[in-house]
């Protein structure tokens, strides 16, 4: 079984200051890693994946994030945090070879950036 | 840009009453997938679709159906409306191959209150 957290409910930063929203990831064999990002009354945006390669990723709006097999995480990040990313981010796993491309979801990150 | 519309952005039904949620995607993507989304939770999948006339259950299945008919539409169905389906339900689509397989794309979402 494949399973996702993301330990922190809320994260509260300065704008300007650097952001980091927390996964940790469970699957028995390989994962692809996936961010999404909820603005207020508005459905899931794609923001980033890991498929295979290069640990760090890059995505939208600035957004990267560091792959660890390791410790079986993929932290978002942005180095200098914005009002406007204000919002709702869920991570999300998928195992390599498991049928068709489910994906199973964390409990989701509140982000507040204040001014 | 790909386009996955939800027929209602707010409904309001009464226990007991059958509800259909519609989706409508128009990239030709053979997957199709319906979550819902409550605070703490995530997203949890109810069903998935990976062609026309196929489904397959997620992982909270009970009391929902679905129906696909039509590559580029898939309904969810509540049989009988009760107080804790009350929440906000996403559609989302995903192609099978290709560089974008593995991302899905997700409409607006339904919030559903039933009273």
């Known amino acids: 079984a494949q399973s996702v957290a993301q330990p922190e409910d809320q994260v509260n930063v300065a704008e300007g200051n650097p952001l980091t929203v927390k996964c940790t990831y469970s699957?028995?064999?390989?994962?692809?890693l996936f961010w999404y990002v909820q603005y207020p009354n508005r459905g899931l945006q794609f923001l980033l994946k890991?498929?295979?390669?290069?640990?760090l990723v890059k995505g939208s709006y600035g957004f990267e994030a560091e792959f660890n097999k390791s410790q079986t995480s993929f932290h978002l990040k942005k180095p200098s945090a914005l009002v406007s990313d204000s919002a709702l981010y869920f991570c999300a796993v998928r195992e390599v070879k498991a049928a068709g491309n489910k994906l199973t979801f964390g409990g989701g990150t509140r982000v507040l950036v204040k001014p | 840009d790909v386009k996955v519309t939800q027929s209602s952005r707010y409904l309001v039904k009464r226990t007991g009453e059958k509800v259909f949620l519609e989706c409508v995607q128009d990239?030709?993507?053979?997957?199709m997938f319906w979550y819902r989304q409550d605070p703490g939770l995530g997203l949890r999948l109810i069903y998935f679709s990976y062609d026309v006339k196929m489904k397959e259950k997620g992982d909270i299945p009970e009391g929902y159906s679905v129906s696909r008919e039509k590559k580029e539409r898939f309904s969810l169905i509540l049989e009988s409306a009760s107080t804790n389906q009350t929440s906000m339900y996403l559609c989302a689509s995903s192609p099978r191959t290709g560089r974008f397989t593995d991302t899905q794309y997700f409409g607006p979402g339904t919030r559903l209150t039933v009273l």
């Open positions: 890991y498929i295979t390669g290069d640990n």
């Open positions: 990239m030709d993507h053979e997957n």
């Open positions: 699957v028995s064999g390989n994962p692809y």
